[in-house]
């Protein structure tokens, strides 16, 4: 089955620096992509998500870049807040399939 | 759009009652639901798939029996803990796969169990 690795599992920025996550995956069959954000005691917010048809996509402060090559994926957030402290996840997916999660980076914005 | 609830949304039961929890999609139709589990500062543990009109598909080592899940509708689906024990306590968390072309799912904001 599909494994996804993430890295790091902590980060800390300072507010206005840039953050950088990411993924591994081992299937080759997986095609999409999602990111999510999951602050303390809330469900899991889908904020980006990218198919392996394309190699980047942005949207705002937030950008995702695949490597299919390589199985790769990256999350990048630009002029980060401390509203963007949270845990964020990684996953993987073939389509309409069950997502395989990542283990999660704490990502802490200091102001 | 792409809503999901999730009810109640924390709930405190003893040790041999049953729990049930609500998940709907109050904006679109999912035929598909997921739910989740998650231990504190941990991943999404999947538990099962919920397709409507059709019984769930469990995850290895999730017990069917004792996790009951219904999925009647396309906007609701119900997980019932049946005879309750401490280790059941968690964050239990449900998902709703977009019906139609796109691959997103969207999730519920969880339901903490604690089971006395």
């Known amino acids: 089955g599909e494994n996804v690795e993430q890295h790091p599992s902590t980060l800390s920025v300072q507010e206005g620096d840039s953050a950088v996550i990411k993924c591994t995956y081992s299937?080759?069959?997986?095609?999409?992509f999602p990111w999510y954000k999951q602050e303390l005691g809330k469900g899991p917010q889908l904020i980006i998500d990218?198919?392996?048809?394309?190699g980047e996509k942005k949207d705002q402060r937030i950008a995702v870049t695949l490597n299919k090559t390589a199985k790769h994926f990256s999350l990048h957030i630009t002029e980060t807040q401390p509203e963007d402290s949270a845990v964020y996840f990684c996953?993987?997916?073939?389509?309409?399939?069950?997502?395989?999660f990542g283990k999660g980076t704490m990502l802490l914005v200091s102001p | 759009g792409a809503v999901v609830s999730q009810h109640p949304s924390w709930v405190i039961c003893k040790s041999g009652t049953s729990v049930k929890i609500e998940c709907r999609s109050l904006d679109f139709q999912a035929t598909t639901m997921f739910w989740y589990r998650q231990f504190p500062k941990q991943s999404l543990m999947l538990m099962a798939t919920s397709n409507e009109g059709s019984k769930a598909t469990y995850e290895q080592g999730v017990e069917k029996d004792k996790f009951l899940i219904n999925h009647a509708s396309l906007t609701l689906s119900t997980l019932t803990v049946t005879s309750a024990h401490p280790e059941d306590s968690s964050f239990y968390i449900c998902s709703a796969l977009l019906a139609g072309s796109s691959y997103e799912q969207y999730f519920g904001p969880g339901t903490r169990l604690t089971v006395t």
């Open positions: 996953a993987a997916s073939q389509g309409y399939s069950t997502l395989t």
């Open positions: 990218i198919r392996s048809n394309v």
């Open positions: 299937d080759s069959a997986s095609n999409y």
